[in-house]
């Protein structure tokens, strides 16, 4: 269904009891699942089912495309999706409402690890859109020239210290294409990094929302051991004549096609988006919006990859401390609470005297 309408995810609805009224309308909603982790999880499943079977009935049926392991292999299309949650394929539901301030979706986005957030109307409850990470970057970026976002985006990246610096996911261009997408699956990760083998450097990198041309094209699919990942990102596909930023005032446009399937607004997948240590925070969110990117690779002068930055990194960086954490604030936050006179100890805002 997700394919056919052309949709990144889908919320999961729970099902209930009718009659008990006491249950309110939002509460029908319990979490949220994306295409590509779908296809992954099958994919996961069917080497698996593969590997203990004694006859090669499962390669045939790879052979012909994903579907056909879905509708072939029960114990794969048969599974229900309250049981993907076994797998950690769910994302849960933190919905925000229209009259909620950016600062509370920062914080939601910050302490959880959410490709988006479900906006509901304030009075029925009903579901009517979402909030994407890139939003809510656009959206920092409006504050520019601001002094308190200034003095947090107008530092350099070597200033800062990024998960991704030490989780880089990443695979030689000789290796396969499964090779690669077994690192999307382990390693939950939004994208992983190709390198030459002899020189490493970065030559381009198959993330998530690249596993759509895997489902479009059987042949790339039953290929994908053979295939390798230099050949896998050359490969001709919708994107590959897209332009790679986007120019004048069109943020809307491209942030709400982050949420297709067919997203012409992404860079192909032999331009990775890149930047380098000395540039700012602010080059970064810059460069990421304008190539609807969820991260960037930094890249040294030999553009060997060094480590990656993810929007929720770079949105990190401006939320809000939790009070309830052992964290000590950071960022813009740190900042506004030394200019009001408060700091943080042990997790607990506290005024100055």
């Known amino acids: ?10 919320v ?29 999880w099958s994919l996961e499943e ?3 089912i593969r590997e203990d079977a004694a006859d090669n009935h499962i390669k045939d049926i790879e052979n012909q495309g994903l579907f056909s392991i879905l509708d072939r292999i029960p114990q794969i ?27 509370h979706a920062l914080l939601l986005l910050s302490k959880h690890r959410l490709q988006v957030l479900p906006v509901m109307q304030q009075l029925d409850a009903a579901l009517i859109g979402f909030v994407t990470q890139n939003a809510l970057v656009q959206l920092l970026l409006q504050s520019s020239e ?32 499964a090779d690669a997408l077994k690192l999307l699956w382990q390693n939950q990760t939004c994208a992983v990094a190709v390198v030459d083998r002899q020189t490493k450097k970065l030559i381009g990198n198959v993330r998530n929302s690249d596993i759509y041309n895997l489902v479009k094209n059987d042949d790339l ?26 120019k004048h005032d069109h943020g809307t446009n491209h942030t709400a096609g982050s949420l297709h399937l067919k997203n012409s607004f992404t860079s192909r997948m032999d331009s990775p988006v890149t930047n380098r240590a000395n540039q700012t925070l ?16 930094l890249i040294n002068d030999n553009e060997q990859v060094t480590g990656v930055i993810t929007v929720r990194d770079v949105i990190l960086q401006f939320a809000p401390p939790c009070v309830n954490s052992s964290i000590g604030g950071g960022g813009f936050f740190e900042l506004a ?6 700091r943080i100890n042990n997790g607990t805002i506290i005024r100055n005297r």
């Open 282 to 297: 602010k080059q970064v969110m810059e460069h990421m919006t304008q190539t609807n990117s969820s991260f960037s690779f």
């Open 221 to 246: 699919l039953r290929n994908r051991k053979i295939l390798t990942v230099e050949e896998f990102v050359h490969t001709k596909t919708d994107k590959t004549d897209a332009e790679p930023t986007i």
């Open 46 to 48: 069917c080497e698996k």
């Open 1 to 10: 269904m997700l394919y056919e309408k052309d949709t990144f995810g889908a």
């Open 146 to 177: 601001l002094e308190w976002f200034n003095n947090v985006a107008d530092k350099n990246l070597s200033d800062f210290r990024f998960e991704g610096q030490e989780h880089l996911s990443c695979v030689f261009g000789d290796q396969t294409v």
């Open 77 to 103: 299309g048969q599974t229900k999706v309250g049981e993907l949650a076994k797998s950690f394929l769910w994302e849960p539901f933190f919905p925000v409402r229209l009259n909620d301030t950016i600062l």
């Open 12 to 40: 999961i609805v729970d099902v209930l009891n009718t009659e008990t009224s006491s249950i309110r309308f939002s509460d029908r909603y319990i979490g949220f699942i994306s295409f590509p982790n779908m296809v992954l």
């Open 337 to 342: 609470l030394e200019q009001s006179g408060c």
